[in-house]
């Protein structure tokens, strides 16, 4: 089981109160970076070939996991669209107007325009609230369980009353 | 196992200055708590973060941390901005802006994904590239085309 006491000790904040039965005596800095040690990890373990526990497939999923998931996952979907957008800017011989004429001219449905711009404008929601969750707990804030809880129903509502409202638009 | 050691205990039994002022993570360690032998002499190899550490001494990670939150502070002040003033300035700081959180973005699923020195390379370069692609293509947008804020306006418009 491990025990993680995270401790800073700060000029003349000093307690001498005991934490674990343990006395440090000769403690010696590491020579090996984090990067360093995930390297030797790594080139050990594909070079033995050993295959990898299963993990995502059997752990309970949770809404944090997903909230966690779905952030990466909004961004690197809107990240290759804006870089799709790009790179048609690039390639694509007519002005960007003239595609939107061809898109109005195809009389699609208003439920499927105010469908279409909903999926849009979704993925920048979540990512956007879910964003500022994360700035929020760079400040520190908002790290017990309830409130990772609260914090994330919090994002998932604002993102689907935004888009709804974008939809609108 | 890993067990981290209130420094202020071990301050107490005057452990030199490099260790005072840093958080510690005490490497693996067979902890044995003895009732009659409540000390051990134990020696720990624990990775030391203080400032005036030698050891690795560059900021460049930290760093890229902060500028990566000051950046998506910064996107979140643009979003209203192209909404209310929907000028060139704007789109090229759009632009610069989307492209630089996109790539800092998927640098960080890169490290977290792919392994192996090789491999690492060959990513970042692919991912430099496309960040590059990207950049370019949005400032021939700007240039050229109607610009990201007036596109965004025209898509919605219909």
Known sequence: MALLLRTVARQGLCSSRLQLAVL?????????????????????????????SPHISIYQWSVPMMLSISHRGTGVALSSGISAFALAA?????SYPHYLDLIHSMSFGPQFLAFSKFAL?????????????HLLWDLGKGFKIPE?????????????????????? | MAALVRISYVCHRGVSPL??????????????KDRDC????????????????????????????????????????????AYFYPVPAVDYTLAAALTLHGHWGLGQV??????????IKMANAGLFLLSSVTFAGLCYFNYHDVGICKAVALLWSK
């Open chain 1, 24 to 52: 440090y005596r000769h403690a010696v800095p590491m020579g090996t970076t984090a990067k360093e040690e995930m390297d030797k990890f790594w080139n050990k373990n594909t070079r033995l070939n050993r295959p990898v």
């Open chain 2, 19 to 32: 260790l005072f002022r840093s958080s510690s993570l005490i490497r693996p360690l067979a902890v044995q």
């Open chain 2, 38 to 81: 409540p000390y051990h002499l134990i020696s720990a190899k624990i990775h030391a973060t203080p400032s005036n550490y030698a050891g690795s001494g560059s900021k460049a990670a930290s760093l890229h941390w902060t500028g990566e939150r000051i950046l998506s502070i910064a996107l979140l002040g643009l979003a209203p901005m």
């Open chain 1, 90 to 94: 690039l390639v694509l011989p007519e």
């Open chain 2, 110 to 119: 890169l490290t977290d994904y792919v392994h192996g020195d090789s491999k």
């Open chain 1, 148 to 169: 990772v809880y609260r914090s994330g129903y919090i994002v998932i509502a604002l993102t689907v009353l935004t888009s709804i409202g974008l939809a609108a638009m």
């Open chain 1, 121 to 133: 404008a979704f993925p920048v929601a979540f990512h956007t609230f879910n964003g500022i969750r």
